[in-house]
């Protein structure tokens, strides 16, 4: 089980991490950002388009909003100002949801069916929050392989190495 103070946690190292990645992404041209280098996600900008992409997804399921207008197959933001902007916006967003987090509702089951395959999943919310956490982190991974791949280091990613002031 995991605990409030844990989700604050990771939603302040999303944050720390997504902007050193976009300050990172920055440095590069539209067309590197948008260039196919073979990732799951073709491009950088595709990759940190699906985490924006992922990411409301979830929000809105652990609010218990729908989807509609959410598409996994159109880009969320077509310009890299906007997901920039998107990013900023999502990543307060998730600060303030960590924040109204409680031990009831990690602990109570919650169910939500798949846009892409309409399976139904079931399982006690922590487990979602984890994956929701999980998944960002792993899609920053190629992110990051991507920008090394242009030269660009973006430093340390490790959690312990987050500033308090993240």
């Excluded at 799951?40 to 924006?52: I, N």
């Excluded at 999980?134 to 990613?157: K, S, W, Y």
């Amino acid at each position: 089980m995991i605990s409030r103070d844990w989700c604050r946690r990771m939603a302040q190292y999303n944050r720390w991490m997504n902007r050193k990645l976009y300050a990172c992404a920055a440095q590069l041209s539209d067309e590197q950002r948008l260039e196919d280098r073979g990732a799951f996600f073709k491009s950088l900008q595709g990759t940190l388009d699906h985490l924006v992409y992922a990411d409301t997804a979830w929000l809105r399921r652990f609010g218990g909003r729908d989807l509609s207008g959410l598409d996994p197959r159109q880009p969320q933001r077509p310009d890299f100002a906007s997901l920039r902007a998107e990013r900023e916006r999502l990543d307060e967003e998730i600060l303030a949801w960590a924040e109204t987090l409680d031990q009831t509702w990690l602990a109570t089951t919650f169910s939500f069916t798949s846009q892409m395959s309409g399976k139904t999943f079931s399982s006690p919310s922590w487990q979602f929050v984890t994956h929701f956490f999980n998944h960002q982190t792993h899609h920053r991974g190629q992110a990051t392989t991507l920008l090394m791949q242009f030269g660009i280091d973006p430093g340390v990613t490790d959690l312990p190495a987050m500033p308090d002031d993240a």
